[in-house]
């Protein structure tokens, strides 16, 4: 997508500013190479055992959940409403997945919602044309080409709420701060664990390097093939769908024609087999009083928007 087919006045443009996201972002993309093959080299070495699957589960699930349920459905979407230190816990959680701050982030979406698949969409594939090259261009320009722009959504149009939300401000401006979080924390598990600079090593490298890779690629699949490939049932105004594949690894994002379906639903997961852990999360917290004003589309809603 050029910066043409964004409409600009409802973005923010900078090329100071993209050269240094552009920088941090390929920065970022280089130590999850390293961190891949290193952990390659491991498990064909036989170096990879319980503690290190668990550093990249556990830090995985609470990046994972902090992007799906905290960024997404609460603050993006306002599916439902929590107590405060919960939407503190989440927006940090959320920030050591890489995807950005929780501003920017929730800017970006936004407007992908207003402008799903057409100009102005900042990461549509489904721009660049309908021969093989241009579906490809697509692909790469929703995956990852976007970031590299210089142009982004203003958050004084598609985010004024959280701007005005003074706990979250803090939360946003401090994002370099919990991104190395995501690094050091299982780094200090591994050692207190272990009591070796080994374990700080293993912790940094799996709970660190390949979950945050992890969780960042599997987010922008989101961006690229769910918007290409998988199966639409509900009407929507995009060519978002649903990819099975994909909903168990990014926690209930793979249901993304269900979401832009119904983007103020709590639940992405609308069939009973289609398994929705972000939606698991936000129902304990309902259950134990921390989350309430759950929305979930009714059963008629879901059945008027079926595409016969």
Known sequence: MTSAQIKPSFTVSSSSLGAIKRRFIISLNIL????????IYQIFTHQVGWFEMAMFLSMTICSSLGVTVGYHRHFSHKAFKAHPIVRIVLGIFGSMAGHGSLIAWVSVH?????????????????????????KLRGLWHAHLGWLLDD?????????????????????NRLYPLWLILGFLLPSVIGGVVTHTWYGVMQGFIWGGLVRQGWTFHSGCTINSIVHVFGQRFLSSHDHSKNNIWLAIPTFGEGWHNNHHAFPHSAKFGLKWWQIDLG?????????????????????EMIEAKKIA
């Open 32 to 39: 999850y190479v390293i961190g891949v093959i290193i952990a």
């Open 279 to 299: 939606y698991g999360l936000i129902k304990v917290l309902q259950w134990i009083g921390l989350a309430w004003d759950v929305k979930i589309p009714s059963y």
């Open 151 to 171: 142009n982004l959504p203003n958050s004084l149009i598609f985010a004024k709420d959280l701007i005005q939300d003074k706990p979250i401000v803090v939360v």
């Open 110 to 134: 936004r407007c992908h919602h207003q402008y799903s698949d057409q100009p102005g969409d900042p990461h549509s594939p489904r721009l660049d044309g309908d021969d093989m090259s241009g």
